[in-house]
Structures are given as C-alpha cells and as structure tokens.
C-alpha cells in the first residue's frame, strides 16, 4: 500500500545526531526538510555510544579523583553503587525513549518520517513505514545520507553465532556481566574493559597486535596497558582470535593462546557502513561501502546526493559527524539559492578538519587525548618532524590536581616552520588540554606566538610552557 507522495527541499536518510544537524542548517537556510529513521531519533552518540559509555566511567573517574587526594581520600568509605550508576546511565539516554529529541526536531521546524528509508533513483527515497506503508519522498535539491555505520564482525568460526556484544549491548547492559570477554584493544575495546571491570566484572581484553591504541602515540597504548592490567583486567596482546562458542551458558573464545571463557563476549573490531540496503544501486553505487564524497560531502557523480558522518569513513567520530553535518548544510543551502559556494580550504562550505587535526579522547584511566599527527604519521607523511616531550607530574598544577600525579604531554614540531603538526596528553583529566592543542595545531600557530600564551599558575596547563622550554632547548 502506498501513500501520496510528499515533496521537500531536503530529505535526510538517519536521524542521528550527523542527520539532525543536516536538517537544522537546511531549515535555518530557509529551505524545508524531513527526517527518515527506523530507529531513535538521535542516533547511536545519544543511546549506545559517546553518553551511554562516558556515564557509565565518570562514577569510578570521580571516585578515582577523590581517592588522589590526601585528606579527601579518607572520606571515600564505600565502594560504587553499581545498581546506581546504571540508574544514571538510563538517565542520560532517557530510558531509550526518543520523545524529548522528537520534540527538538519538530520545534525546530523539521519534519520526521519513521520508518525505513531507501534511494529509488535520482532525488526519489521510498520509505516503508513502521505501518508497512510505503511513502515515496521527492527531493527538489538534495538527498543527505547519514546512515552512519555500525559494528563490523569479524569473519571468525562461530562468533557470529554465539550472540556476542556490539558496543551497542555493552553500553545498554542493565546488569554487570560475571565474566567479559573483550576482543579488539582499540579505543572502544579500552573503554568498555575500564568500565565493566570497575563495576565488578572480570575482564579479560584479547587484542590481536602487540600494543592497545595502535593508532596513537605508543606511549598512549604503554600507559592504558599498565593501568588496565593495575585494575585487574586480564590483557592478551598477540592474542589473535580463531573461534568462539557456546558452552551452556558460557561464551568460549578460542585463540593461539588456548581458550578464553566468559559469560558473555564483546566485539570491538571496528565499523562498517550502514549502506547495504538503502538502494544505493538504484544510483549506480555498490551497496555495503562506504560512500566516497568531496569536500563538500557531495557524492561525485552524482550533484544531489551527500554522504555526512560515519557513511563516508573519513572520521567517525560524533563530533566531526556534526562538524561535517554543518559543512555540508551550508553548501546545500548555497546550491538551492543558485551560489556557487566557495569550495577553498576554510570555506564554511568544506569539511577539512576531519583530514586535517582531529580531535580525539580515549576515556579510560589516564585519559588520551590527541589531535594532529602521531610521529608515525608525520614520518610516514615524509614530513620534517621533530618530537618533544614532557612530564605532566613535573608541573605544578598536576600535584596540586592529584598526589603523585602521573603523565606525559607529547608534541610533534615541524622544525622548519616552527608549528605543531600534532599534540598527544596522556593523564587524568587531560581532556580538558585538548581543545587548546587542537586550535594551536589547526592554526598553525607559530611556536614564537604560542610562547606568549602564557599558562595560568598552578594549572595542569602549564605543561604548555614546559614543552615550549623543552623545543627552545
């Protein structure tokens, strides 16, 4: 069965946070827009990923924060209410109720469309509705997918049939499992493995490679390692992964090592495109990949059509999905007043910062936070690199913060041009560091100007001026 067909400026296939921002930019540009989603409004970030998973270790990092301090210390008599943060967890994600970002949408002057959305050819979306209706949707200037991507599993014998854990299942678990396997050591793997074990599971982290967070500086991965193994997680680096099962009500994950058992298992492997059955062949591209886009998020070929966020496989990371989204917003509302928007590196109307410096923190304890290039990169890159390096615990304010205060403040200079290429800090607390290394780097402020910005006394900041006097020499 079938309805009339409804016509706007700007249809949005995903209603996550990359897809709310698309519609919102349209609709401030005085153009009209719908929402399609099958799922909640306010996609992955809101209920299984960045609040769920970051509530669920701020209880343990404050408890964690108080115990660091002499005196304060001693008013921490109990240990966590697991039950408790749960509670707060839920909380956050309104109890997996979309309703309030529903209301959002609609003030905003965005309409929504629940049900499942698919491409049937040039500026036409069918969308089979939670009834099993279908509406056909008609775009007069573009078409956004921001379908985002979800949990990739490995092609391993069993592991899709032992029901395993998705980030998804590990950041909605309303009950502290036993046992947890966790398999992957990148940043989602890390988190969780912090998490659960601080909530009283028994953690044990299978990660194929020799080092956790290999994307990072490896003095990131070093630190998270020695903190993981501190809290009693059971880390396996090396420990390449070949089966999995079920025993009763066990999980059993075979590895080189001999087999790993637990009560229930969680895939941290990566991600994959949500494109495979969205009609992505109704306008000659392959369905299940990633969507290649130019720096305005336009498909190539295709004029009407973007990709923004996680769909595209540049950063998925929510806050350059976001970033993205307002990018690629512009450039529509541009394009449907005739303009040829300004396509040049700091244009409004181009996504760069997402290749550029981009920003990321990796919750555990320490926390890492990096932008720019690893010495790695910049070696990999060909690029006049020289790396800087400080301890955190030396500045004044890192004692004040926490007794015994530990971690490492790195810094990758172009010596040549005298900028920062990249800026890594591993410590409690550091995320709060971030931003500033983020606008030095993106800026390519030139070390003499950054030398005149001058840290405040006693602050953890102050490691600014120490990585400074390090690189003068």
Same mark, same amino acid.
């Given at each position: 069965?079938?309805?009339?067909?409804?016509?706007?400026?700007?249809?949005?296939?995903?209603?996550?946070?990359?897809?709310?921002?698309?519609?919102?930019?349209?609709?401030?540009?005085?153009?009209?827009?719908?929402?399609?989603?099958?799922?909640?409004?306010?996609?992955? &970030?809101?209920?299984?990923? &960045?609040?769920?998973?970051?509530?669920?270790?701020?209880? @343990?990092?404050?408890?964690?924060?108080?115990?660091?301090?002499?005196?304060?210390?001693?008013?921490?008599?109990?240990?966590?209410?697991? /039950?408790?943060?749960?509670?707060?967890?839920? @909380?956050?994600?309104?109890?997996?109720?979309?309703?309030?970002?529903?209301?959002?949408?609609?003030?905003?002057?965005?309409?929504?469309?629940?049900?499942?959305?698919?491409?049937?050819?040039?500026?036409?979306?069918?969308?089979?509705?939670?009834?099993?209706?279908?509406?056909?949707?008609?775009?007069?200037?573009?078409?956004?997918? &921001?379908?985002?991507?979800?949990? /990739?599993?490995?092609?391993?014998?069993?592991?899709?049939?032992?029901?395993?854990?998705?980030?998804?299942?590990?950041?909605?678990?309303?009950?502290?499992?036993?046992?947890?396997?966790?398999?992957?050591?990148?940043?989602?793997? &890390?988190?969780?493995?912090?998490?659960?074990?601080?909530?009283?599971?028994?953690?044990?982290?299978?990660?194929?490679?020799?080092?956790?967070?290999?994307?990072?500086?490896?003095?990131?991965?070093?630190?998270?390692?020695? @903190?993981?193994?501190?809290?009693?997680?059971?880390?396996?680096?090396?420990?390449?992964?070949?089966?999995?099962?079920?025993?009763?009500?066990?999980?059993?994950?075979?590895?080189?090592?001999?087999?790993?058992?637990?009560?229930?298992?969680?895939?941290?492997?990566?991600?994959?495109?949500?494109?495979?059955?969205?009609?992505?062949?109704?306008?000659?591209?392959?369905?299940?990949?990633?969507?290649?886009?130019?720096?305005?998020?336009?498909?190539?070929?295709?004029?009407?059509?973007?990709?923004?966020?996680?769909?595209?496989?540049?950063?998925?990371?929510?806050?350059?999905?976001?970033?993205? /989204?307002?990018?690629?917003?512009?450039?529509?509302?541009?394009?449907?007043?005739?303009?040829?928007?300004?396509?040049?590196?700091? @244009?409004?109307?181009?996504?760069?910062?997402?290749?550029?410096?981009?920003?990321?923190?990796?919750?555990?304890?320490?926390?890492?936070?990096?932008?720019?290039?690893?010495? /790695?990169?910049?070696?990999?890159?060909?690029?006049?690199?020289?790396?800087?390096?400080?301890?955190?615990?030396?500045?004044?304010?890192?004692?004040?913060?926490?007794?015994?205060?530990?971690?490492?403040?790195?810094?990758?200079?172009?010596?040549?041009?005298?900028?920062?290429?990249?800026?890594?800090?591993?410590?409690?607390?550091?995320?709060?560091?971030?931003?500033?290394?983020?606008?030095?780097?993106?800026?390519?402020?030139?070390?003499?100007?950054?030398?005149?910005?001058?840290?405040?006394?006693?602050?953890?900041?102050?490691?600014?001026?120490?990585?400074?006097?390090?690189?003068?020499?």
């Amino acid at each position: 069965m079938t309805t009339a067909d409804q016509t706007y400026d700007v249809l949005v296939l995903g209603a996550g946070s990359t897809g709310e921002n698309v519609a919102d930019i349209a609709v401030r540009g005085g153009l009209t827009a719908v929402l399609v989603e099958a799922e909640l409004v306010g996609g992955e &970030c809101s209920y299984w990923a &960045c609040m769920p998973s970051k509530t669920l270790l701020r209880g @343990s990092e404050a408890l964690g924060a108080a115990r660091a301090v002499q005196g304060a210390a001693a008013a921490v008599t109990g240990e966590q209410d697991v /039950a408790a943060t749960l509670a707060r967890r839920n @909380s956050f994600t309104s109890d997996w109720n979309d309703s309030g970002q529903v209301e959002w949408a609609t003030g905003a002057g965005i309409d929504l469309v629940r049900g499942t959305g698919r491409l049937a050819g040039e500026k036409r979306v069918v969308v089979t509705r939670l009834d099993g209706t279908d509406l056909t949707l008609t775009a007069r200037h573009a078409v956004a997918v &921001c379908t985002g991507s979800r949990a /990739a599993v490995p092609a391993v014998e069993g592991l899709a049939d032992v029901r395993p854990w998705t980030p998804r299942e590990a950041t909605s678990a309303q009950a502290a499992p036993g046992r947890l396997v966790v398999i992957g050591g990148g940043y989602v793997g &890390c988190e969780m493995a912090t998490a659960w074990q601080q909530l009283g599971t028994a953690v044990t982290l299978l990660q194929r490679g020799d080092r956790l967070l290999p994307g990072l500086e490896p003095a990131a991965g070093e630190a998270v390692l020695r @903190s993981l193994r501190d809290l009693g997680v059971d880390v396996r680096l090396g420990a390449a992964v070949r089966s999995a099962r079920r025993d009763g009500t066990e999980v059993v994950v075979g590895t080189a090592g001999g087999d790993v058992r637990g009560d229930e298992v969680l895939i941290a492997t990566g991600r994959a495109a949500r494109t495979e059955d969205i009609g992505l062949d109704t306008v000659g591209r392959e369905p299940g990949k990633y969507l290649d886009v130019d720096e305005s998020l336009q498909v190539p070929g295709l004029p009407w059509l973007y990709a923004v966020g996680d769909v595209n496989g540049r950063r998925q990371l929510t806050h350059m999905g976001k970033y993205q /989204a307002r990018q690629a917003g512009n450039a529509i509302v541009a394009r449907a007043r005739g303009e040829q928007p300004d396509l040049s590196d700091w @244009s409004p109307y181009v996504a760069t910062a997402d290749r550029r410096a981009t920003p990321s923190v990796v919750f555990t304890d320490p926390q890492v936070g990096s932008v720019g290039l690893t010495a /790695a990169q910049a070696a990999d890159a060909g690029l006049p690199h020289r790396v800087v390096q400080f301890d955190i615990g030396a500045v004044a304010g890192a004692g004040v913060f926490a007794d015994g205060y530990t971690g490492t403040a790195i810094a990758v200079v172009d010596p040549e041009r005298e900028v920062l290429l990249g800026v890594t800090f591993v410590g409690t607390g550091v995320a709060e560091l971030l931003h500033s290394a983020t606008i030095a780097v993106v800026g390519q402020v030139p070390i003499g100007r950054l030398w005149h910005a001058v840290p405040s006394y006693p602050t953890i900041s102050e490691v600014w001026l120490r990585l400074l006097e390090t690189f003068r020499g």
